[in-house]
């Protein structure tokens, strides 16, 4: 039998220490919803939806009281709307939007992701109309998350599209001014986005997965760093394995819910998610843990190889873990999610241009960052800009999720409440960017080798 | 199917045989047991087999949870897999 120490490791980890299946995240391809009657591909959309997770959050719930672990969210990712509204002979692809949200509230998820375009390379006619209607489909919908890819290795940066995305952003932040731009935080501008990330608000279902899918995201931020007070002062050797340890366990317990999930409902499974997702809540931060390491607040010197250490140990450890591997897998940094992050951009050791270097060894870009309303499109596009070429050369996925907070200026707050937390708007630089963004075109795709 | 039956709270006269006899109740057999006292806690983990009960899971949790209230301690119960899978490769 099991032992009374082994037993009690786990109920602390899930007591005190924060410890959750994040999101259990089911990908359903619509591809068979496309129909030239818009309304009738809505209604497709609604249906393929409604039927296909009708049994979600009873099931998650069921696992929930079973195992006795906290399924945070329920969640469903679609194939990205710009490919499946492709067909219907519309302008306006809110109505699509409508059907995603209507569909999400209906099976009682917490979020649908894939409202997406994939525009690395180009713009077909459906990416232009999806992307025309983002800013209107945010402030209409409650549930509905959005994401556009701009780039990947292989295909350089369009930067056409990270120029429209700055004004989209901004856009989308007017339009949801009476909640701080609430709707930036269901926006993700992507380099190189992964076809099964179970994680908003980035979520949608690649058009290279299976008919249905079920994904799983675990989390345990405060468990590392739980764990790493036991390792105080000892080289660095024992904190990569403390960590490996620790993910392994993680991992495993979320390949056991991942696989019970997809039995029940009948669904393949996908793979599991090895991020380390932060809360806003006291104990499950990923700057407490890069802190525990040894800097005195996140973001000061030596923050980026605390974070490359431990980005890579979770990878290490979670992925013997698990039969399957997938989704972002890695560190995510988001300020508004994350207590530590709060407190070290409030006391200034954090900063925008440190958030940057941090993404170019952990998952995932700039994300959940408030800077002031007043802030240029062009300059979001160049943030963009920036975090896209990362990715594209470290052939990584890099992502922007910024909001540009509507009459809110450095040192405000925005509250978004739940999940999404809270920040403090961020300085950005005043210099500006326009000539640069205004060239337009792409930017090639680099070389593979030569590497320096 | 095992469960890992886990009892925290203040130590009295009667937790466990008022959970045994809410198992048998249930026709929850008891494969396992082991109690101790923790910084002043009492403390039991049970290693159960409800697969003999007519009663669904949310139901031996309910009744679990009821027994717990009346005797002033914590109790849950959830499947063994949760632990094996942390702990055994």
Redesign the interface.
Known sequence: ????R??????DMIDNQHLDIRTITMGISLLDCSDPDPAAAARKIYEKITSRADRLVEVGN?IE?????PIVNKRIAVTPMAIVAGASETEDYVPFALAMDRAAKAVGVDFIGGYSALVQKGFTSGDRKLITSIPEALASTDLVCSSVNVGSTRAGINMDAVAWMGRIIRETAERTKGRDGLGCAKLVVFMNAVEDNPFMAGAFHGTGEAECVINVGVSGPGVVHHTLKSVKDQPFDVVAETIKDTAF?IT??G??IAR?ASQRLGVSFGIVDLSLAPTPAVGDSVARILEEMGLERCGTHGTTAALALLNDAVKKGGVMASSHVGGLSGAFIPVSEDEGMISAALNGSLTIDKLEAMTCVCSVGLDMIAVPGDTPAETISAIIADEAAIGMINQKTTAVRVIPAPGKKVGDMIEMGGLLGSAPVMPVHPESSYTFIARGGRIPAPLNSLKN | MRAVVTVVGRDKVGIIAGICLRLAEMNVNVLDISQTIMQGLFTMNMLVDTSGSEQTFPEIVNALNAEGESLGVSVRIQREDIFDAMHRI
Do not use: V
């Open positions: 039998m099991l032992n009374q082994e037993i009690i490791e786990t109920l069921d009281r079973e195992f006795g672990i366990k495993r317990m390949q056991l019970e």
